[in-house]
């Protein structure tokens, strides 16, 4: 553990927690969907789920569930198995919200997440079979589980492109995600420079492209922020 890996850990929970707060409110406003609402000051956002692909949370959730395969039978500490049932917990809660939520589910733009996500799945499936640390059963799962959450963004961002509507809850949710894959980064070179043996590349690889990905978003996103406007991606 180190300043860097907890700041990770935290910025990933903090964007679970951003998007929670975002399906909270979603219900909270249901009864007045006309109304609008602010979060600390900031742009405002209707009571729609707009932006969100759940096609990416359902990635998340084959994420964590393929990765968290030991909880039961690998203890490490008490910080490693809460932030596991945390994020098992979340990524299912919020599958299931978008899903079978009566209010959150009619809110949720079907119509532009179209992304075949189930594309990524199988390649990712394939490459933890070729590269992996061990081949057993649960390193292969563990290889998965990292190949795919490279790619698990890209739903959400190819959605964000389309519909240009990006409120500021959502935004957030992004950008945490992004923040916390950077502050990891750093984790790995510290780590380097201070752990004899320390070398990961399935992680590090994997962790370069993810945050690659997000490089587009960091710079409207920064951009957005600089000059006060309200965030937009190019189509």
């Not at 939520?101 to 189930?118: A, L």
Request: proline share 2%.
């Amino acid at each position: 553990m180190n300043a860097f890996r907890l700041a990770g850990d935290m910025t990933h929970l903090l964007s679970v927690v951003v998007l929670l707060l975002k399906i909270h409110t979603i219900k909270s406003c249901a009864a007045a969907c006309g109304s609008q609402y602010s979060w600390i000051g900031q742009a405002v956002f209707e009571c729609n789920s707009d932006g969100i692909s759940l096609k990416t949370q359902e990635l998340y959730a084959l994420v964590f569930a393929a990765r968290y395969l030991d909880l039961f039978i690998h203890f490490i500490s008490l910080y490693n198995t809460v932030m596991k049932l945390v994020f098992l917990a979340s990524s299912f809660s919020i599958v299931w919200y978008m899903r079978r939520h009566k209010i959150v589910r009619r809110t949720y733009d079907k119509d532009h997440d179209t992304f075949r996500h189930h594309f990524l799945v199988l390649p990712c499936l394939a490459l933890a079979l070729l590269i992996n640390e061990r081949f057993t059963f649960r390193e292969v799962m563990w290889a998965f589980s990292i190949y795919l959450e490279a790619v698990a963004i890209l739903p959400q961002l190819v959605l964000l492109q389309r519909t240009r509507n990006i409120d500021n809850l959502t935004g957030q949710y992004v950008f945490f995600l992004g923040a916390y894959r950077v502050l990891y980064i750093l984790n790995w070179i510290y780590r380097y420079f201070t752990e004899p043996h320390f070398v990961h590349w399935i992680s590090w690889v994997a962790g370069i492209v993810q945050t690659l990905l997000y490089a587009d978003f960091f710079y409207y996103y920064i951009m957005s922020w600089k000059n006060n406007v309200k965030l937009e991606l190019p189509a």
